[in-house]
């Protein structure tokens, strides 16, 4: 087996090859089998206006002839952060599959101990493999600009690809599914704009990213701090100290201590903000609001107990969902008439999910929507 084939396993047990149509059957008959999308429950969480985006593709789709294409969803892992994209991705083309437009797989690394630039590598070889194997459209979550040109090169070849939940704003992809950053941190800091004291003075301390080297990160946090500071607030951004969680809430407690005008709230922008609720007891501060992104296991349970009013949630599920149908009406309906059909959701070229915002008394209402779509995290 390859190395690719060691670490790289398919989120699907086998090919979709296109069983509702065999080949005895005639092109009139292919051409009426419709798309029947797997129905969700009813639930508050379910994006509506995503979803009357996406019946409208699907819609548009229907109408034009069947046309068979081999799609290739690569995602960085398939585990944890990247499961729900995983799930979207895999009922996405299990509904291509069975109206038999769409071949392929959904790919992504099991390995949970590998370093980034190893996957990088990875995932560079794999975008060749599947270019070499037929690939006709492919969506990706790709680890920035390090196998950009990879990316260029089988979009050179007349390959469609759509990068989802990282950007590739220097590529040729033809569109980005995720949150705009610096709206997703607007939109945080207006629910703990909310909680604030309405006097409009004191300091929020921003557990975020101001290191350039994360673009995404630095405008994630740049949009919220914006919100803010126009509200009347000062604004102290800690820069996160990821990899030593310790070490990270001793410099938060001094910041918060040493904060003038004194912090009168914090908000974490990252999978790690439950570490503001830590600061805020470093300080003996529990009565500090905190509002959060994200969804790991310490922030929900801190959501339970009240500490955290309220966190954001990105849509993955809906990442993977819309890649491959997004592929597809490329090659079905063009790339013009898919953009125009897209526009409700559209920034440019970049579709933007948006963020649920999942107050702290609902948080098991949402862990079990989660569970309902197959999305858990």
């Not at 950007?167 to 909310?194: C, V």
């Amino acid at each position: 087996m390859t190395m690719i084939g060691r670490n790289w396993a398919a989120a699907i047990g086998l090919m979709l090859m296109t069983a509702a149509c065999g080949e005895s059957d005639t092109d009139e008959a292919r051409a009426a089998t419709p798309i029947k999308r797997t129905p969700l429950p009813q639930n508050e969480f379910v994006p509506v206006k995503i979803e009357a985006t996406i019946d409208k593709l699907v819609a548009e789709i229907n109408k034009s002839s069947v046309q068979t294409m081999q799609i290739a969803v690569l995602l960085k892992s398939l585990n944890d952060f990247f499961a729900p994209i995983a799930t979207g991705a895999n009922r996405a083309m299990g509904e291509l599959g069975v109206s038999g437009r769409v071949t392929g797989n959904v790919l992504g690394s099991t390995n949970a101990s590998a370093d980034q630039e190893q996957l990088m590598k990875l995932q560079t070889e794999q975008i060749k493999q599947v270019v070499d194997e037929g690939a006709e459209g492919i969506a990706i979550t790709p680890f920035g600009e390090g196998n950009a040109a990879a990316i260029d090169e089988a979009i050179a070849k007349g390959i469609p690809v759509v990068a989802l939940d990282t950007e590739l704003a220097r590529s040729k992809r033809a569109f980005y599914i995720g949150i705009l950053s610096e709206s997703a941190g607007a939109t945080a800091g207006n629910t703990l704009l909310e909680m604030l004291p309405a006097g409009r003075t004191g300091t929020v301390l921003i557990h975020g990213w101001a290191d350039p080297s994360w673009a995404d990160g630095v405008k994630r946090t740049q949009g919220a701090r914006d919100v803010l500071e126009e509200a009347g607030y000062d604004v102290l951004v800690h820069q996160s100290i990821y990899d030593d969680e310790a070490r990270d809430i001793e410099v938060m407690k001094g910041e918060i201590e040493d904060a003038d005008p004194p912090v009168v709230g914090l908000m974490g922008m990252f999978s790690d903000s439950y570490r503001c609720v830590l600061a805020a007891d470093a300080v003996d501060a529990p009565e500090l609001p905190v509002v959060a992104f994200d969804f790991a296991p310490q922030t929900a349970d801190y959501m339970r107990q009240g500490r955290i009013k309220a966190t954001h949630v990105q849509r993955q599920y809906y990442e993977g969902y819309l890649g491959p149908y997004i592929v597809y009406g490329i090659k079905s309906i063009g790339l013009d008439a898919t953009k125009k059909i897209l526009a409700p959701q559209l920034v440019g070229d970049q579709f933007d999910l948006g963020v649920d915002v999942v107050p702290s008394g609902k948080v098991d209402a949402y862990i079990n929507f989660l569970d309902e779509i197959g999305a858990e995290q």
